[in-house]
């Protein structure tokens, strides 16, 4: 039989966090369990190659929403990284920490533990920043964190920042510091051209411990739960069902999708629901899997009239060997990043008291997730509400885990996110529109000059949208009835059965949500191991 302290369900983003922290007393045994494969490959290692793990079924889930109402009922793509790392081994390596005041608002609504001050030490235990330490960045945590030195290869960044001044929003020294609204060159999780995804910064010590074993392409199916006690897990490894149990703890950090699908498949989750599955309910917790929030963007594109964008990178297959064999030799040149570098926080109105929106550019233009090729220079900035008000939520399709769930997330259903969207569509051209934009600035391709009303831009914004992949919330942290985990990320009303992941933000931060995933595991494992 196998026994360990903690089981520890998802070596994703939060959980190598945990795997190392919690392993790192020699006396405790941990047991970490993967779907998916390691990490060890270029398509990980290669900042530019993000695309290959998130289209390649064997490192990702590849899941899409249900038809979206408010989209024209288009399906949304919702890749999720399945591997050591997770999400965390082919995201967008964009590290941002989110604004103070979401974390003030956590704390406002009964999650005392949770305010800016109590989480800014994790956020600094998180990083070695490449600026070095002050008093909001850590200068000798396990995460490479490094400022983009991109606007000193490419001019456009350099001017996108001095055209967003031009139009009225500040430069800002550093997004996850004293300041983040403004614009500015954004962090990166990479270290000299390479990606530093947690499976990097966490796992490496933990391979070298004895106290842990780390079970790949392994789904667990089910949390063994007796008198409303977490006993351990059962798992299929190579067709094989098989279990392990646990003497502290089952900790889920299976990400956003798939912790409440867990929960779910183990009886634990909206009675009603699961009764119509015929799925023994072990307790009745209406709110897995509800709540569910994503920030979704809308693309402001233009031709670009200097050849400065990637189109060659895209277009050029000399261009492209030649930077394949700059990176694989030197880590360095075109690959060694993404490109999607630069951006700001902007308040569209004085409604916000911080800011509402992010914009990130991209010197070329982003087609179907990156499937499709650009036929022209070109670029665009991404926008987004940071705090949108609809809600969405994930169901069982059925009671076998072989099954996707129900995604919806319901985008858009509030006019106060649609209203947010045309602003960041109006706020995007006008900064495009100033004078340090001019020597590069074409025709407009999207939307188009001639939608400019509220309802055309509402149009174009239904039948373009798409997600920054932020999927998050779906678990989610509180002290209401609709509450999964409790404020130490205890599931209510289940002995020793914690989620930590993305799931349990009780509501989504302002901006992309890696940096604050690390940060729950990284107070979350405190809490465990006090
Ligand atoms: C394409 C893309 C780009 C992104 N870009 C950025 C970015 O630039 N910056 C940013 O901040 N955020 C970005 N994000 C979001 C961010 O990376 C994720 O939200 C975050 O990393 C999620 O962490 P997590 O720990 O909750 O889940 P994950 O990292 O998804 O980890 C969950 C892990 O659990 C495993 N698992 C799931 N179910 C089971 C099971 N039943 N049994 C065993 N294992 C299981 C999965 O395989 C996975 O490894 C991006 C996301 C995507 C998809």
């Not at 999927?471 to 609709?482: E, L, Q, T, W």
């Not at 890696?514 to 595991?521: Q, V």
Request: charged share 20%; net charge positive.
């Amino acid at each position: 039989m196998k026994q360990y302290d903690y089981v520890i369900v998802g070596a994703g983003s939060a959980g190598c966090v945990l795997a190392n922290r919690l392993s790192k007393n020699p006396r405790l045994s941990v047991a970490v369990i993967e779907a998916g494969p390691s990490s060890d490959s270029w398509k990980v290692d290669m900042p530019g190659a993000l695309l290959y793990a998130m289209h390649d079924p064997k490192l990702n889930w590849k899941y899409y929403s249900e038809p979206e109402p408010h989209l024209n009922n288009r399906q949304i793509f919702c890749p999720r990284g399945k591997m050591i790392g997770g999400c965390s081994s082919h995201n967008g390596m964009v590290f941002i920490r989110g604004h103070a005041q979401d974390y003030n608002s956590w704390a406002q609504k009964g999650l005392t533990k949770w305010s800016y001050n109590h989480v800014l030490p994790y956020f600094k235990k998180i990083e070695t920043w490449s600026g070095g330490a002050n008093k909001y960045r850590g200068g000798n945590g396990p995460l490479h964190v490094s400022k983009s030195n991109i606007a000193d290869t490419n001019p456009l960044y350099q001017s996108v920042i001095k055209a967003a001044e031009q139009a009225g929003y500040p430069f800002t020294e550093d997004a996850n510091g004293f300041m983040q609204e403004g614009f500015c060159t954004f962090d990166f999780t990479v270290k000299d051209g390479i990606r530093w995804g947690t499976g990097k910064a966490y796992m490496q010590t933990v391979y070298k411990r004895k106290n842990v074993d780390i079970f790949l392409k392994s789904q667990v199916q089910k949390i063994i739960i007796k008198n409303k006690t977490a006993k351990g897990i059962e798992i299929t490894n190579k067709n094989r069902k098989e279990e392990i149990f646990a003497d502290r703890e089952v900790i889920i950090s299976c990400g956003s999708i798939n912790s409440p699908q867990l929960l779910m498949l183990s009886g634990i989750g909206n009675a009603s629901e699961l009764q119509k599955l015929n799925i023994e309910v072990i307790h009745n917790l209406p709110g897995v899997g509800k709540n569910l929030q994503d920030h979704l963007e809308i693309y402001t594109q233009f031709k670009c009239i200097q050849p400065v964008s990637l189109y060659s990178l895209f277009n050029n297959p000399l261009v492209k060997v030649y930077q394949g064999m700059q990176w694989f030799l030197f880590k360095k040149g075109m690959l060694s990043h993404t490109h999607l570098e630069a951006g700001g926080f902007v308040r569209s109105s004085n409604d916000y008291d911080h800011p509402n929106l992010q914009f990130h550019f991209f010197p070329s233009l982003v087609i179907n997730h990156g499937l499709g090729k650009p036929d022209c220079h070109a670029f665009q900035f991404h926008t987004s509400p940071n705090r949108p008000t609809s809600r969405g939520w994930i169901k069982l399709r059925s009671p076998h885990s072989t099954d996707y769930p129900i995604i919806q997330f319901n985008y858009l259903e509030t006019e106060e996110d649609r209203r947010q969207m045309r602003d960041s569509v109006r706020i995007a051209r006008n900064i495009f529109f100033q004078e340090a934009f001019k020597s590069y600035l074409g025709e407009e391709i999207s939307p188009g000059l001639d939608k400019q009303s509220d309802k055309d831009l509402d149009e174009v914004i239904r039948n373009n949208a798409d997600t920054a992949y932020h999927p998050s919330c779906s678990n989610k942290m509180g002290v209401d009835s609709m509450s999964v985990v409790d404020p130490e990320t205890k599931v209510y009303g289940i002995n020793n059965l914690r989620v930590v992941d993305s799931s349990i933000m009780p509501n989504i931060i302002s901006g992309n949500i890696h940096a604050a995933t690390l940060m729950i595991a990284e107070r979350a494992s405190e809490f465990i191991l006090d």
